[in-house]
């Protein structure tokens, strides 16, 4: 029914993490791995899929030299199921949200994709194991518009949230990837190629559903995939034909989708990409204008110091969060939570210093 697309680069100790959840909670759905890493991440990483291929149905190809949607492009070749998600190798899919969407997607087909709700979480260390600290809630976009200059509109201005965590229809999935490992003058680490074109082939072919049931549980940490500063992005040699290739591939989409002529499919990316661009650079320069935060009080430092003063202020911090916030650590840990049964598994495995294959 659904494929995990699971691109990775020298991460072996997240992959490992990844599967070991996944055969925790004996995951139903394909979970295909595009590894371009280095021979000793490669190795790690073989020796994981041999020990949980009994629990999970697990692929491993290698994807040297590949970019990340290259990679992505790769794999989306040998999808054989109806639906695809991308899940990144440092973050979790939750097999019942995932089995509402593919369902909601079987009765509703003028959508594209469907997710269900996220979280996000930080690890102590940011590594693929270690305490787990701050965990809140991840918003993903929402589509609703009728036609595909609408909902890219829609996308772009009001929602410009992530998408590729959704449940995809696998033809819109390879046609979000066609191409793009092959395109001139885009590089690695370039907004257009490793996102912006994906995304926006997404919402132009149909709208894009949220689900009230968990779906997805993100790790972010200092290692997170990062594009350049905006500047960077803009004043590379590579921007303009990248422009050109992301501009070119929305028109002919919207052309597909919506019977417009090319000349209407330009005006429409022109509205669409002109306030975006505004926005971000704007965004960037107003971040830069703020500086660091104000240091905390002196008062505030000298009880940070008291073991006792630190022991009480987190007890007090962790009520409220148990009582007020349903996606703080505290709470979730509740039996009585509604994502309880979907996050212990993530949790076990992200505080958990071995495993015993059971």
């Given amino acids: 029914m659904l494929t995990l697309c699971v691109p990775t680069k020298d991460r072996s100790d997240f992959v490992g993490r990844l599967l070991r959840y996944c055969a925790e909670v004996r995951m139903p759905y394909r979970v295909m ?40 492009e790769s794999l989306s070749r040998r999808i054989t199921t109806p639906y695809s998600v991308f899940l990144g190798d440092d973050d979790f899919l939750c097999p019942s ?45 929402v589509i609703s518009a009728s036609t595909g200059a609408q909902r890219l509109k829609e996308f772009f201005t009001a929602s410009l949230y992530t ?33 912006l074109i994906a995304v926006s082939v997404s919402v132009i072919r149909g709208k894009v559903k949220a689900l009230p ?7 972010v940490h200092e290692d997170s995939y990062r594009f350049p500063h905006v ?9 303009y034909p990248s422009f050109q290739a992301f501009r070119q591939r929305l028109i002919d989409e919207l052309i597909r989708q919506d019977g417009i002529s090319a000349e209407d499919a330009s005006r429409v ?38 073991p006792a003063a630190r022991q009480a202020w987190r007890a007090v911090h962790q ?33 958990a210093t071995e495993w015993n294959g059971a």
């Fill in 319 to 351: 009520t409220f969060q148990r009582y007020h916030d349903p996606h703080s650590l505290a709470a979730l840990l509740r039996p009585s939570s509604r994502y309880a049964a979907d996050f212990l598994p993530v949790y076990r495995v992200a505080v």
């Fill in 269 to 306: 990316v022109a509205r669409v990409f002109w306030p975006y661009l505004a926005r971000i650079i704007g965004d960037e320069w107003r971040k830069q204008r703020r500086g660091a935060p104000a240091a905390p009080s002196r008062l505030r430092v000298a009880a940070a110091r008291i």
């Fill in 213 to 219: 049931r968990l779906s997805l549980i993100h790790q």
């Fill in 33 to 72: 791995i595009g590894d371009a890493s280095h021979p000793e991440h490669v190795q790690r990483t073989q020796a994981t899929v041999r020990s949980v291929q009994s629990l999970v149905n697990v692929e491993h190809h290698l994807c040297p030299g590949l970019s990340s949607c290259a990679t992505l």
């Fill in 97 to 141: 949200g995932l089995k509402r969407c593919a369902e909601f997607l079987d009765a509703h087909p003028e959508y594209s994709a469907a997710h269900g709700e996220g979280l996000r979480f930080q690890t102590e260390g940011n590594g693929a194991q270690g305490a787990i600290g701050v965990v809140a809630s991840y918003p993903q976009a």
């Fill in 163 to 195: 998408l590729l965590y959704s449940v995809h229809r696998t033809e819109t999935w390879q046609a979000m990837f066609q191409g793009l490992s092959s395109l001139e003058g885009v590089q690695n680490r370039n907004m257009f190629k490793d996102e």
């Fill in 231 to 239: 500047y960077d992005w803009i004043a590379h040699p590579s921007w």
